[in-house]
């Protein structure tokens, strides 16, 4: 059996032969095809929870950053994210457009799979990242300064942060940090730039004076299903190998989806008077949002309880947000991913387990307290710098090209506007 490294995406043991196996491989191809659903999927749910004018444009959002990031991510995202390390801060420019990736395994990125496998697993991480931010400006961002601001945050943010935690010779890493799938390279970077956007941007025409509704439930639905499809590769993918230990992610993700989604829809039904029906996918959303650092480390009653709190604890985070007229984050990335992943990090510190994972470490459940301050500190390290350069970021572009549309173009609906189109002919 592989001996999996402490961090996710390498299955490497001491002395092992770098040989493509290909079993490995199917599973790894499988798994990067699965995450890349999981983009369009977020394309269906963000779209739903906007108003029917601005659907496309929301849609558009999601599908061009698959685009954008495919290209600059072969050009020099990965070489910067996983090249070879410079000061443990980011990666360096000899695998610029790919050059010396091939077929050939790298024994520092999967032993038993080609290198290009693993680079485009890693690939759909980058593509659905800062996709998830772009909820927290729907309905009010302009296309250019959109282009613009995935293109610099990918390779100002997400960039350093995913060589920080799983490129050989990252700090995070080197601290012993545990981040399986990406809660803090994923989920607490994209929810807390989408809670400096918000902020930034300003809230949106009407908003806390008239109801901003969903245009279409059944769109969110089928986007939380897509989601939660999708994170099976997500997550079992990150094994990097057909292994039991895949098994295991792929059993702790459905149970932690499944409690959350029940837990928040406890909630609504608890404190808002009925069972959501929004709630519930929104629920089963923040399930796999906690789950993802602490799925290669946990077992399957503790992904329960992930699941739990991760439900109740975001939905609580949504209704504080709502109360806080001056934070339109329109889609509640921030209550999501922000709080979703910050907790999922925290527990991983608690829960983990060298049984479930022997390369990993005890939580302070399993007698091992040290993992739990280094969680810590790699929550506030992603908070600080995520929410730093955002702003930074934001600011310049507003100087620039400018952020917002104008008031006639919000009110007439960003589809028409930005894209002259419409999603509905009435």
Same mark, same amino acid.
């Given at each position: 059996?592989?001996?999996?490294?402490?961090?996710?995406?390498?299955?490497?043991?001491?002395?092992?032969?770098?040989?493509?196996?290909?079993?490995?491989?199917?599973?790894?191809?499988?798994?990067?095809?699965?995450?890349?659903?999981?983009?369009?999927?977020?394309?269906?749910?963000?779209?739903?929870?906007?108003?029917?004018?601005?659907?496309?444009?929301?849609?558009?959002?999601?599908?061009?950053?698959?685009?954008?990031?495919?290209?600059?991510?072969?050009?020099?995202?990965?070489?910067?994210?996983? #090249?070879?390390?410079?000061?443990?801060?980011?990666?360096?420019?000899?695998?610029?457009?790919?050059?010396?990736?091939?077929?050939?395994?790298?024994?520092?990125?999967?032993?038993?799979?080609?290198?290009?496998?693993?680079?485009?697993?890693?690939?759909?991480?980058?593509?659905?990242?800062?996709?998830?931010?772009?909820?927290?400006?729907?309905?009010?961002?302009?296309?250019?300064?959109?282009?613009?601001?995935?293109?610099?945050?990918?390779?100002?943010?997400?960039?350093?942060?995913?060589?920080?935690?799983?490129?050989?010779?990252?700090?995070?890493?080197?601290?012993?940090?545990?981040?399986?799938?990406?809660?803090?390279?994923?989920?607490?970077?994209?929810?807390?730039?989408?809670?400096?956007?918000?902020?930034?941007?300003?809230a949106r025409l009407g908003y806390g004076k008239e109801p901003k509704e969903p245009h279409n439930v059944p769109f969110v639905v089928l986007g939380a299903a897509l989601l939660w499809f999708g994170w099976f590769g997500f997550n079992a993918g990150s094994a990097i190998s057909a292994s039991p230990l895949a098994t295991s992610a792929f059993v702790v993700t459905n149970t932690a989806a499944a409690m959350?989604?029940?837990?928040?829809?406890?909630?609504?039904?608890?404190?808002?008077?009925?069972?959501?029906?929004?709630?519930?996918?929104?629920?089963?959303?923040?399930?796999?949002?906690?789950?993802?650092?602490?799925?290669?480390?946990?077992?399957?009653?503790?992904? #329960?309880?992930? #699941?739990?709190?991760?439900?109740?604890?975001?939905?609580?985070?949504?209704?504080?947000?709502? #109360?806080?007229?001056?934070?339109?984050?329109?889609?509640?990335?921030?209550?999501?991913h922000g709080v979703g992943g910050t907790w999922g990090a925290i527990a991983t510190g608690l829960f983990a387990s060298t049984a479930v994972n022997p390369a990993g470490a005890d939580g302070l459940f399993f007698g091992g307290p040290g993992l739990l301050w280094r969680q810590v500190v790699a929550v506030l390290a992603t908070w600080a710098f995520a929410a730093g350069m955002t702003f930074v970021i934001?600011?310049?572009?507003?100087?620039?090209?400018?952020?917002?549309?104008?008031?006639?173009?919000?009110?007439?609906?960003?589809?028409?506007?930005?894209?002259?189109?419409?999603?509905?002919?009435?």
């Amino acid at each position: 059996m592989d001996t999996f490294s402490v961090l996710s995406h390498v299955v490497v043991s001491a002395g092992q032969t770098a040989e493509v196996n290909p079993g490995d491989t199917a599973w790894l191809l499988v798994a990067s095809a699965l995450v890349l659903l999981m983009t369009p999927g977020l394309a269906f749910f963000y779209g739903g929870l906007v108003g029917r004018t601005n659907v496309l444009s929301t849609i558009m959002h999601s599908f061009l950053t698959i685009c954008l990031i495919s290209v600059a991510w072969v050009l020099w995202g990965y070489s910067l994210a996983f #090249g070879p390390d410079k000061g443990h801060i980011i990666g360096g420019l000899e695998w610029l457009g790919l050059r010396g990736v091939g077929g050939e395994p790298n024994p520092d990125y999967g032993a038993t799979v080609p290198h290009q496998a693993y680079m485009v697993f890693q690939l759909m991480f980058a593509v659905i990242t800062p996709a998830l931010i772009t909820g927290a400006f729907a309905e009010r961002f302009r296309f250019k300064a959109f282009l613009l601001f995935i293109l610099l945050w990918s390779t100002l943010v997400y960039v350093p942060l995913a060589h920080w935690v799983w490129g050989v010779g990252g700090w995070l890493r080197n601290l012993g940090a545990l981040d399986f799938a990406g809660g803090t390279v994923v989920h607490i970077s994209s929810g807390v730039s989408a809670l400096v956007a918000a902020l930034v941007v300003g809230a949106r025409l009407g908003y806390g004076k008239e109801p901003k509704e969903p245009h279409n439930v059944p769109f969110v639905v089928l986007g939380a299903a897509l989601l939660w499809f999708g994170w099976f590769g997500f997550n079992a993918g990150s094994a990097i190998s057909a292994s039991p230990l895949a098994t295991s992610a792929f059993v702790v993700t459905n149970t932690a989806a499944a409690m959350a989604a029940l837990s928040w829809m406890t909630m609504s039904w608890w404190l808002g008077g009925t069972p959501s029906v929004v709630g519930a996918a929104s629920g089963a959303v923040a399930g796999l949002v906690a789950i993802t650092p602490a799925s290669g480390f946990v077992g399957p009653m503790p992904a #329960g309880i992930i #699941g739990l709190v991760a439900g109740a604890l975001c939905y609580l985070a949504a209704r504080w947000r709502a #109360g806080w007229k001056r934070v339109d984050d329109a889609l509640d990335v921030w209550a999501v991913h922000g709080v979703g992943g910050t907790w999922g990090a925290i527990a991983t510190g608690l829960f983990a387990s060298t049984a479930v994972n022997p390369a990993g470490a005890d939580g302070l459940f399993f007698g091992g307290p040290g993992l739990l301050w280094r969680q810590v500190v790699a929550v506030l390290a992603t908070w600080a710098f995520a929410a730093g350069m955002t702003f930074v970021i934001l600011k310049v572009l507003d100087r620039l090209v400018g952020l917002r549309v104008s008031p006639q173009e919000e009110e007439v609906g960003l589809d028409i506007t930005q894209h002259g189109e419409v999603a509905y002919k009435l």
